[in-house]
Every structure is written in structure tokens, then in C-alpha cells.
């Protein structure tokens, strides 16, 4: 899938971060973006986890691909590390 520039900066502009929150042991730190979620905390034992959710039914249909699948790519310190059309 190919995003037009616009859509991509469009949804990059309505990201929102949602914090964790002090009285709600259960929150993590959560980036929210073109109805996705994106979370990225410090566990004991494991160090830091990246944790992506695409079923949260909010995804706009001009993100999802006729076969259902989001296109993604997740890279660390730039090197793609996963990619998926």
C-alpha cells in the first residue's frame, strides 16, 4: 500500500501519546496512530518492549489492503528489523 504524502502527514499530525497513568497500574506508555496502537515500556526482567496492536477497530479502510493486513515496517536505529506489504 502507498500512502499519498498528504494522508501520511495527515495521520501523523492527529497522533496523540497517552501516558502511563499513576492510579491505573494496568496503563502503559501508548502511541496512537491511524487507529493504531503503539507500545513501548520498560519491563523487569525482558528490558524495553515494543508492543504494536492492529485490531483495535478503528483503522481507516484506506489503510487496510483488500486481503485485511496493514502494511508495516519496523526498524531499530534505522535497520528494518520486519516488513510486511
Known amino acids: ?4 504524502k498528504r494522508r501520511a502527514t495527515t ?3 492527529r497522533a496523540r501519546f497517552l501516558h502511563q497513568h499513576r492510579k491505573q497500574r494496568g496503563t502503559l506508555p501508548c ?5 493504531t496502537q503503539v507500545y513501548a515500556y520498560w519491563s523487569c526482567g ?5 508492543s504494536v496492536h492492529l485490531d483495535t ?3 481507516p479502510g484506506d489503510l487496510i489492503s483488500p486481503d485485511g493486513t496493514i502494511s508495516i515496517r519496523i526498524t531499530v536505529n ?3 528489523v ?3 506489504d
Request: charged share 25%; net charge negative.
Open 82 to 84: 520486519f516488513s510486511a
Open 46 to 50: 525482558e528490558g524495553l518492549v515494543v
Open 1 to 4: 500500500m502507498r500512502l499519498s
Open 57 to 59: 477497530g478503528e483503522v
Open 11 to 13: 495521520l501523523n499530525r
Open 78 to 80: 534505522g535497520e528494518c
Open 31 to 35: 502511541l496512537e496512530t491511524g487507529g
